[in-house]
Structure formats: C-alpha cells, structure tokens
C-alpha cells in the first residue's frame, strides 16, 4: 500500500510539475529573447540620429564603437550603396527597410533589427544590428535547470509527505492483521487498539468485539462439555459397582481397572475443557510405553474375541511431541477400530519404529478394509461417531506428522501414524 500511494503521489505530482513548469519553460525562454530583442532594438534607436545627420565617417566611428560595446554586428546601409561597420550583404529585411519600414525578423545566426532611418537628403538609410542566438537564449538554460531541480525537490517532497500518511494508514492495518493472525493462533485475548482513519478504527472495534464474542461462545461450548461429561459419572459409578460385585475377581479387577481408566479420561476431558490453556512448554511423550501399554490393554479383549496379535516395537523410550493424553486416545482410537469394524478372529499387527527421521505407528488388520472417505471427520459407514480417525490424524499433526490410510498387502486395511521426528524426553 505504501508503495503503491508513492507510486500516485510521485506520478500526479509529476503530471502537475509537467503541466506547470513546461509553460513556465517556454515563458522563460520568450522573455529571454524579447530582452536581447528589446535590447539590440535601444541600441539601434542610439544610432537613428547620428545615421539621420552626420557623415559617414561619423557614422563609421559611431557604429564601430556601438559594435566593441554591445559585441553584435552592426551595420548600416546608406542610400548610394555604401555599407558601414561590419560587411554583410542585404537580406530581405533591409531591402524591405529601405523603403521606409522598421522590422525584425529571424536570420541565419539568430535575430535581427532593422530600422528604416528616414530624413537624410540622399534617401532612406538602414541600421541593421543581428542579434546572436547565444544571446537570445542567454540565462533559458540555467533558469530550466533551477525549475528541473525545483521540480526535483517538490515531487520528493511529495513522495515523503505521502509515505508518512501511508505509514498512518498502513501501520493500523498491520497491526490488525497481527492481531489476527494471533485470534487464528488461539490467543483470544489478542485486541488491537483503535488507530487510523474512522474506517480502520471502526474495524478495529468490530474485530476486537469478535474476539469477545469467541472468547464468550468457547466458554459457553466448553462448559457444556464439561455438562455432559460429568454426567458420564453415574453410569461410570454403576459400572464400578457391578464390577465389584463379579464373583471372579480377576474380572472384577480388569473390569474395574477399565472403569477407572474411563474416570480419568473423564476427568480429563473437564479439566481440559473448563481450564483450557497453552503449555508453557512443548508437549512430549514416551511413543514406546503408551503404545506397549495400550495395546496390553487391548489385547485381553484381543483373546476374548480369537484375534492374533503381532506386536513389533522398538526399544524405548521413544518420546514425540504430543501429549500423553492425546497419544493414548490416538493409539485407543486406532484400535479400537480394529474391533469395531472387522469380525472376531480378525488377526492384527502393530509396529512402531523409527523410520527416515520420524516415528511411524502402523496398525495392520485383516479384515474388509477401510472404506474411501473414512478419514474425514464424522463419516462413518459402520454406525459409529467417525471420530475415531480425526482423533488420531490431529495427534499426528500436533507431532508434525500425519495420517495415512491404506490398503494391507495381505487383505484389509493398514493405518500408519506418523509422529513426526523423535523429540527431547519429556521432563520429570
């Protein structure tokens, strides 16, 4: 934008300039000639009475004395032919002064004056005085070099004059696109101060009003997840209950340990939702354990339903950069896919390695397959949330990676999770 109101300021300046100073120009030049052409006029007027009355060698000494002083060629013509001073032939206009008529006219060096002298009792004589063109056009070029320069300093002028009242219009404008660029980062609480023009200072406010109302509407939303997740409580309970009822207690252990589990991820979900924050510092996990721990986890039921497992990992720890949490729900949502939408007996693998610089996750069944369009955000073609996916691919993005979804070699379907490279430890 700045660049642009130099660019019209400097060309309606110039226009301007150019519309002024051209005119001016030719003006300076017009007058340069009319004062030599005034000029050699006064000084041929000197010598109408001397020409008029003395004799020629008066005249001759009076017109070479004219001559040293002026630096121009003067020259008289007397009726009987003779020519005084300097030696030129008759032009056209002296051949038209001698007949009683006083012009000037335009010659081969420049101008000249010629003035019928009338009176003398031999006839009509002529003083012819030529004025040079470096004299018609002495001072024009220094006078257009002081309007150039003049022009010169006006449009730079113009252009700092324009590049300050951009930096008023540009400045609050920038500062509008930080603020967001920061709204679209998650800062909320980002506000720009009304600056500029009305217009721009009208913007600001709506803006800073539309963080407002984003701010009021997530805690809205996300106090209605934390609504309905507490309500997720009671049956929680009752499952906890009835698991400590089963007369087998290792069922009763592996019952209740899922419902705790189930507790604590609810627990977390509120938390997350009611005190939603940004870490103060990056987030990191250890890929090798949660993985070795979920899939220990799944792989009770793995036995119940007659699923081969093949598990393949790589010694850890093996920390990326995304949070315990987000990974365990992840690695949950893959899983638990499996079950979900491939029949019991339905063998499985799952990898994680470190491949080309990034941790990669890869669960493998033998089933159907996924269907086209799976990946997408609440799509689903089996009667479930379509969640499940979208949890996993954010997980991934959050690491730097990404989800991919493809066909097993072996029949079914392959999903790989990719981490992004292995990050530092997270702390203690």
Request: charged share 20%.
């Amino acid at each position: 934008m700045r660049a642009r109101l130099a660019l019209l300021v400097a060309s309606v300046s110039v226009l301007t300039l150019i519309a002024f100073l051209v005119p001016l120009a030719l003006l300076v030049r017009t007058v340069a000639e009319d004062r030599a052409t005034v000029r050699a006029t006064a000084d041929a007027q000197s010598l109408v009475p001397v020409v008029g009355t003395a004799d020629a060698a008066t005249i001759r000494l009076t017109v070479e004395q004219l001559a040293a002083e002026s630096g121009r060629q003067v020259s008289v013509f007397l009726p009987d032919g003779t020519v005084l001073g300097a030696q030129t032939p008759r032009t056209p206009a002296v051949a038209l002064a001698a007949r009683g008529q006083s012009l000037t006219g335009e010659s081969a060096v420049g101008r000249e004056v010629v003035i019928a002298v009338q009176g003398r009792a031999d006839g009509t004589g002529v003083i012819r005085i030529a004025v040079p063109q470096h004299e018609l056009t002495a001072g024009v070029t220094r006078a257009w070099l002081v309007l150039a320069l003049l022009g010169v300093i006006l449009v730079l002028i113009g252009l700092l004059v324009a590049d300050r009242l951009a930096r008023t219009l540009v400045r609050p404008i920038s500062d509008l696109s930080a603020v967001s660029h920061r709204l679209a980062n998650a800062e909320l609480d980002a506000r720009v101060t009304p600056a500029g023009p009305p217009e721009l200072r009208e913007v600001a406010g709506a803006l800073n009003h539309l963080a407002t109302r984003i701010q009021v509407l997530l805690v809205q939303e996300r106090e209605q997840v934390a609504d309905l997740s507490h309500q997720l409580r009671t049956p929680l309970t009752a499952l906890r209950l009835e698991a400590e009822s089963l007369r087998d207690p290792d069922d009763a252990a592996r019952i209740t340990a899922a419902a705790d589990g189930l507790e604590r991820a609810v627990t977390g979900l509120i938390r997350q939702a009611r005190w939603r924050h940004t870490p103060a510092q990056p987030a990191a996990s250890d890929a090798a354990a949660i993985v070795a721990d979920r899939v220990a986890f799944w792989s009770v039921l793995a036995e119940d339903t007659g699923r081969a497992v093949t598990l393949d990992l790589t010694p850890g720890p093996l920390p990326v950069g995304v949070a315990a949490d987000n990974l365990t729900a992840a690695v949950d949502a893959l899983l638990g896919n499996v079950f979900a939408h491939t029949p019991d007996g339905t063998p499985f693998a799952v990898r994680l390695a470190s491949e080309a610089g990034e941790v990669v996750l890869t669960v493998a069944d033998e089933g159907p397959g996924m269907p086209a369009g799976a990946i997408r955000r609440g799509a689903s073609a089996a009667g479930s949330t379509g969640l499940g996916l979208d949890i996993a691919r954010r997980a991934a993005q959050a690491a730097g990676g990404r989800l991919e979804v493809r066909a097993n070699p072996g029949g079914g379907a392959q999903v790989l999770l990719r981490l992004g490279p292995p990050v530092s430890p997270p702390e203690a």
